[in-house]
């Protein structure tokens, strides 16, 4: 019955390496997104789909990729990963952008990269 | 650039006790919201606040708005040990690029 779901749950790989992290939500909602949060609790935006289309693309490195299949899904696919891409990545979705909604937020994919 | 901002960045409370986490933001925005992060989960959404005066409660957490300060307020009334977490607040609306800002949260430590 989770709303937000992520998998992996932890990802340990090397640098240099591509990956990807999967994101899925089952409450019927058009609009998701994908946070970063460092070591230090910072949370920032990186991107925002709404019904497959992409409305925010932060000032991200372009080896971040972010897929929208579907209105339920949204991956994000990191490629040639750097020691500072780890991090806990969360994702999470809101009935619309640009109103007053609650995002509701995944349980994070906690990403150490070696 | 919006900026938010909370303090204090860190809060050692004692049980009974109240309490209360300032947010601050930089420019004009529509929402404003307070979540709660317990160690190695996921965020929780606590309140959402829309318009200049708005005050809302749950349990032992009353959260404000003044929109004219740019300010937020999370109070904690008799502060329990179930509360330890740590706790963001987030702005968004047209001003902010309708995308949520948040803040660099607060963490909170309550002790017996």
């Known amino acids: 019955d989770t709303a937000v779901s992520q998998t992996p749950k932890y990802l340990v790989t090397q640098m240099g390496n591509d990956k990807s992290i999967k994101c899925e939500q089952n409450?019927?909602?058009?609009?998701m997104y994908w946070y970063k949060q460092d070591s230090k609790k910072f949370l920032k935006i990186m991107f925002s789909?709404?019904?497959?289309?992409?409305?925010i693309n932060e000032t991200v490195p372009n080896r971040f990729s972010p897929k929208s299949p579907d209105k339920a899904h949204l991956n994000l696919h990191i490629n040639s990963l750097e020691l500072g891409d780890s991090a806990v990545y969360f994702c999470?979705?809101?009935?619309?952008?640009?109103?007053?909604?609650?995002?509701?937020f995944g349980p994070g994919t906690r990403l150490t990269v070696l | 650039e919006l900026k938010v901002e909370q303090n204090p960045l860190f809060l050692s409370m004692q049980e009974g006790k109240n309490y209360t986490i300032y947010c601050n933001y930089s420019?004009?925005?529509?929402?404003l919201y307070w979540y709660r992060q317990d160690p190695g989960k996921s965020l929780e959404s606590l309140f959402v606040?829309?318009?200049?005066?708005a005050v809302k409660q749950e349990g032992r957490l009353m959260a404000s708005l003044d929109t004219k300060a740019r300010l937020s307020t999370l109070h904690i009334t008799a502060a329990v040990h179930d509360l330890s977490a740590t706790y963001f607040c987030?702005?968004?609306?047209?001003?902010?690029?309708?995308?949520?800002?948040f803040g660099g949260g607060t963490r909170v430590l309550v002790k017996p």
């Open positions: 999470a979705s809101s009935q619309e952008p640009w109103t007053p909604d609650t995002q509701y």
């Open positions: 987030a702005v968004d609306g047209k001003a902010a690029g309708n995308k949520l800002t």
């Open positions: 606040l829309l318009s200049n005066g």
């Open positions: 789909y709404n019904n497959k289309e992409l409305i």
């Open positions: 420019t004009t925005s529509d929402r």
């Open positions: 409450l019927g909602h058009d609009t």
